[in-house]
């Protein structure tokens, strides 16, 4: 089977092993694409079973290119903290006091790593709302971004409310470079990165030298494919046990509802809406589409980046996308609901 050549996108069976998904379906699917009816999705890599289906790039953006994950990388945070558990390094239980013995406030010091992946700690930032404030850029703006973390305001009592914000997996990844002895760069590269074979990607770094563990972290869809692949496999990689089951389904659990729905910002007409639910880093919500009704897996970040797991269909997914700041970033939920689900629901036929 070869390929064929779009002037704007291109449709790749990869290893000759890809078997191509209701023609039709596709077709209208990258009609739509083309026409910038669904504008600036840069990337579609679709995996059924053990087989990838759909590849798609789109911008001008190749097979190698790296993307900027955006918040979607919190979700790999939230695996390096699983691996630093597994290895005893750290605990649910730890408090912040432990790591950071130059934080003097004693009510910030009592703020657990559960509350940190919860988005629970307390501390006065929130990006999700609009209501504010809104910490990131003012974070980047500083040489310590950690200082920065640590000297927000706490404004509630922790574990009380979910209010979504990048210092929690910024403190999260320097929990685990002080708990480990290394940079949380070498941290992942050598537990989680070459174990599944990713070599090309790029951190955004502090000036201080701290990885950016909340979002702009740059890697090519198909290894972003791997991440999800091993959250599928509850943390096995072709046979090694790279992240313990407990850690991925506990993480994974998702039981915080947000008062969100990702399918209702898709604007997909006919739709029921659920509420979507947080875990550690971590996002779940049920899809109610016509006679579709199932629970999708994912993480998330701003401009339409995601990994994303349909258990019931044996899909994995990452999308990637330039919508930034605008709904436009939640058509991926549209394109699975109209799309993806059904050419896979007539393959099975």
């Known amino acids: 089977m070869k390929p064929i050549c779009f002037a704007v996108l291109i449709l790749l069976f990869v290893n000759c092993q890809a078997q191509q998904v209701n023609n039709s379906l596709v077709e209208e699917l990258k009609a739509k694409i083309a026409s910038k009816i669904y504008p600036k999705i840069d990337a579609i890599v679709v995996e059924h079973g053990d087989k990838i289906i759909i590849e798609e790039y789109f911008n001008e953006f190749k097979k190698d290119s790296q993307h900027d994950m955006r918040s979607s990388f919190k979700s790999i945070t939230s695996l390096l903290a699983g691996i630093a558990i597994d290895k005893k390094l750290i605990s649910l239980d730890d408090k912040l006091g432990r790591f950071f013995p130059e934080l003097k406030n004693e009510a910030k010091r009592n703020i657990s790593v559960r509350n940190l992946l919860e988005m629970r700690s307390g501390l006065n930032c929130e990006e999700f709302y609009g209501m504010g404030p809104e910490c990131e850029e003012e974070m980047s703006k500083t040489e310590d971004w950690v200082s920065y973390c640590l000297g927000v305001d706490l404004v509630r009592e922790p574990g009380l409310n979910w209010s979504y ?11 685990i470079a002080r708990a480990s002895g290394m940079t949380v760069m070498e941290f992942a590269k050598v537990n989680l990165f070459q174990p ?6 790029k951190w955004t770094i502090s000036p201080k030298g701290q990885g950016m563990t909340a979002g702009s972290f740059y890697m090519k869809p198909t290894d972003m494919l791997k991440i999800i692949y091993l959250v599928q496999n509850n943390g096995n990689w072709k046979g090694k046990q790279i992240i313990s089951t407990d850690w991925i389904k506990l993480s994974t659990n998702c039981h915080i509802i947000i008062d969100f729905s990702f399918t209702r910002y898709s604007r997909i007409p006919n739709a029921k809406y659920e509420s979507a639910r947080y875990g550690f880093f971590w996002y779940r919500e049920n899809l109610k589409y016509k006679d579709i009704n199932t629970e999708i897996l994912f993480a998330s970040g701003n401009g339409g980046q995601y990994m994303m797991l349909l258990p019931e269909y044996n899909l994995t997914m990452v999308f990637t996308g330039s919508n930034y700041g605008n709904w436009r970033g939640k058509l991926p939920f549209e394109i699975i609901l109209k799309y993806i689900i059904p050419a896979i629901k007539q393959e099975n036929k």
């Not at 599944?196 to 990607?201: F, R, V």
């Open 165 to 175: 914000n990048s210092n929690e997996p910024m403190l999260v990844g320097e929990i």
């Open 196 to 201: 599944l074979g990713i070599n090309d990607y």
